[in-house]
């Protein structure tokens, strides 16, 4: 029989304090009650508290400043994938999966792309500018850099910034299809990127979502 695990202190209180910013409908840079508040208002230690504000302070969620205590902060998903990046659970994530995923992320934001580059020229700009910076790349890595900034910048236009987030964790799930990239492939991501905009800036959305999924789905044929 398999014994169920008792969570932490540590994260039993973090999960407190994530539910008060909810509860009280806090936003980034708002105050919350000291250690000594908090500490007592649920019914543990200072140091238990301490320990579950020092993980939530690693993620960006609440914040700590000498002088001004405990602020609410905003998640540092840049810091969070770095660090998922490095775990060898990531995988064991099945691959269609991941690929499934990221048509339905990428795929589903093209409406509102399309709507926002019409009055946003430099939506379409900062797009071309990297399809042209794609061109220039002679290594991997660069490659491998600018495909992530690439797809970052297409959901990023769209203004939903909560997908943007969604978006930078699968980018770490994918990073082993893109490892697998030979170079003779380089050209027709290239190309691929070039229509994605090409027909976003005519306002075709079903052109750019059959070029977009076509584009995502190439990393099947790297599949064992």
Do not use: C
Not at 43 to 63: D, Q
Not at 105 to 120: I, N, S
Request: charged share 30%; proline share 4%; glycine share 6%.
């Amino acid at each position: 029989m398999q014994t169920l695990r008792r969570p932490k202190v540590r994260d039993q209180v973090a999960g407190q304090i994530q539910q008060y910013i909810v509860d009280q409908k806090l936003g980034p840079g708002d105050r919350l009650p000291t250690e000594t508040q908090l500490a007592e208002t649920f019914g543990i230690s200072r140091l238990s508290l301490r320990e579950a504000t020092k993980s939530l302070e690693f993620l960006g969620i609440v914040e700590s400043k000498t002088g001004v205590g405990l602020t609410v902060g905003r998640i540092d998903m840049e810091r969070l994938t770095e660090h998922l990046s490095f775990h060898a659970g990531l995988l064991e994530a099945d691959p269609q999966q991941l690929i499934d995923s990221r048509v339905i992320l990428e795929t589903g934001v093209l409406p509102h792309v399309a709507r926002r580059m019409k009055d946003d020229p430099a939506i379409e700009a900062r797009l071309r500018e990297l399809v042209e910076q794609f061109r220039s790349a002679r290594d991997l890595k660069t490659w491998i850099e600018l495909d992530i900034l690439f797809h970052r910048s297409l959901l990023n236009a769209s203004g939903l910034q909560p997908l943007v987030a969604f978006g930078d964790l699968l980018h770490v799930f994918f990073q082993r299809f893109r490892e697998s990239v030979k170079k003779a492939e380089w050209q027709r991501g290239v190309e691929s990127h070039q229509r994605i905009v090409d027909e976003l800036a005519k306002g075709h959305v079903a052109a750019a979502t059959a070029e977009l999924r076509k584009h995502i789905e190439s990393h099947k044929e790297r599949l064992p």
